[in-house]
C-alpha cells in the first residue's frame, strides 16, 4: 500500500480539466510547467508536514485507545442466563411463573433448559427460581414497610402458608421473625 506517499504530478497540462483530472485520481499537489522551485519545494514541504501531523494524531496509542469503544461479548450461557434472569425479573409476580413458563420465554426446551440451569447454577431450576423469589421476598421483608401477604403475592406465591414455610426453609425463620430482626438492626 503506498497511499500513505504524497504525490505530486508535475505536468505540462495546465487546463482545469486535466487539473481535476489529475486531482480526482488522487494525486496531493498538481504542478504545471513552467514551475518555481520554490513552489515545488513549499508544496513538498507542506505535505510532508501535514502528513506528520495526521499520522501523530493517530499514532499514539493512548489517544487511540481513549477512542476506542469496550466490546463486551457474551458467551452463549451469559447470554442464556440474562435472558432467563430478565424473564424471571418481569414475572416475579406472577404465580404462573414456572420452569415450563421460563423455558418457553426463553426459547428452549425444557430438557435444556433444566440442564443448562443445573450445569450453570449448581441448583435444579426449581430451587434456582425459589432461591430468586425468596432473596426478593428477604429484600422487600427488610427494606419496606409491606405486610407480608403483600411480600408474597409481590414474589409469586399463591398461598402465604406456602410462602412462609419456604422462607422458614431458605432463611430459618419465619417472615414475621425476620421482619423484626431487620426492624431492630434499623
Known sequence: MTNHIPVILLTAKSDDADRI???SIGVDAYITKPFNMEVLRSTITNLLHSRH???GKF???QKTEEQIDDVEVLSADEHLMERVMKVVNENISNPELNIEFIADKVGVSRVHF?????DLTGQTPGNFLRSIRMTQAAKLLASKHLDITDV???TG???ISTFSTSFKQVYGMTPSEYMKRHEEDK
Open 53 to 55: 501531523v495526521l499520522q
Open 21 to 23: 483530472e489529475g486531482l
Open 152 to 154: 408474597s403475592i409481590a
Open 114 to 118: 433444566h440442564r443448562k440451569i443445573k
Open 157 to 159: 406465591f399463591k398461598s
Open 59 to 61: 499514532k499514539t496509542e
